[in-house]
């Protein structure tokens, strides 16, 4: 039998102990230096709404409220400003309590097809605008129910349709694709645009990421649509996928278990008759 040499033994306690709080301070190190750079990426981005709503005010104070046209169109901008700025602050709160897993997640049976032509309802005008198509297919579906939170999917639906419509060609093509496998739905949202670089393919769910940061502001965007769909689909235990190919058009893609096998659902309606 070994004897123990019971100062290794406390050597090596204290080895494993000095390792273990080494990993706690780089871990909050870690999470100071993300808090630091959130702060600043946030006030960055509110003072662009803010500087440009203060500049319309402050030249119709100025003396160009004397003019009617001017002072409509000052006006209108000065709205819009602060519109986009009620719209990142509703997009921050959001993110902060996905983030802080502050959210009840509330899980239901949900037909996607059904959220998909609502949403497409909801986006008729700007689809509209920019004379884009909008479908969903296998055409012969007519109920596709995943196990979901209604709202919180809605948000994620709703912010990639957007984006396709958006960041689409115009006269383009947006389709809402359902594929079935035997325990899961992939819903894939696809566009037929310009698409999306390869080297920011990774980064665009990043908080505040655009690609085309002047392009995406005009268009309206927060920079925190894909952050809060990755969230969101994380809190339902799956994963957004992306391709990408360049003039051909951008798919984002997800799985969600099903909330009825086949044989069940048959079933179940059996059960209500
Ligand atoms: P934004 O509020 O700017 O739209 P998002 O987080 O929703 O922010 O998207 C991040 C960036 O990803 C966008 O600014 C845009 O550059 C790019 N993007 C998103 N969806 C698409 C798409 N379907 N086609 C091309 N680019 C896209």
Redo the contacts with the bound molecule.
């Keep these: 039998i070994q004897e123990s040499n019971p100062l290794k033994t406390i050597n090596d306690e204290i080895f494993v102990y000095v390792t273990k709080k080494q990993k706690e301070i780089d871990e909050l190190k870690k999470l100071e230096l993300f808090r630091r750079e959130f702060l600043a990426d946030v006030s960055h981005e509110f003072k662009t709404p803010i500087f440009a709503a203060q500049g319309f005010i402050h030249t119709l104070l100025d003396g160009a409220m004397d003019d009617e046209k001017v002072r409509e169109r000052f006006l209108r901008k000065a709205a819009n400003n602060l519109d986009s700025l009620d719209v990142l602050v509703k997009d921050l709160l959001v993110l902060s309590q996905m983030e802080t897993g502050d959210i009840k997640m509330n899980m239901a049976a949900v037909d996607m097809r059904l959220m998909a032509l609502n949403i497409f309802g909801r986006l008729e005008n700007i689809a509209k605008s920019r004379n884009v198509t909008l479908k969903v297919k296998p055409d012969e579906l007519t109920e596709v129910w995943v196990k979901a939170d209604a709202d919180r999917m809605e948000q994620v639906m709703l912010?990639l349709i957007e984006?396709?419509i958006?960041?689409?060609n115009e006269g383009g093509k947006v389709t809402v694709q359902f594929s079935e496998g035997k325990k899961y739905m992939e819903v894939a949202v696809r566009?037929t645009?310009?698409?999306?670089p390869h080297e920011h393919l990774n980064r665009?769910f990043e908080r505040f990421?655009?690609?085309?940061k002047s392009r995406?502001k005009d268009?309206g965007?927060?920079?925190?649509?894909?952050?809060i769909v990755k969230h969101i689909l994380n809190a339902h235990d799956t994963k957004i996928a992306v391709m990408s190919k360049p003039d051909k058009g951008?798919t984002f893609s997800f799985k969600l278990e099903k909330a009825f096998t086949s044989a069940h659902s048959e079933q179940s309606e059996e059960d209500f008759v």
């Design positions: 912010n984006n396709a958006k960041y689409g566009d645009g310009p698409g999306i665009i990421y655009r690609v085309d995406s268009i965007g927060t920079g925190l649509g894909l952050a951008t």
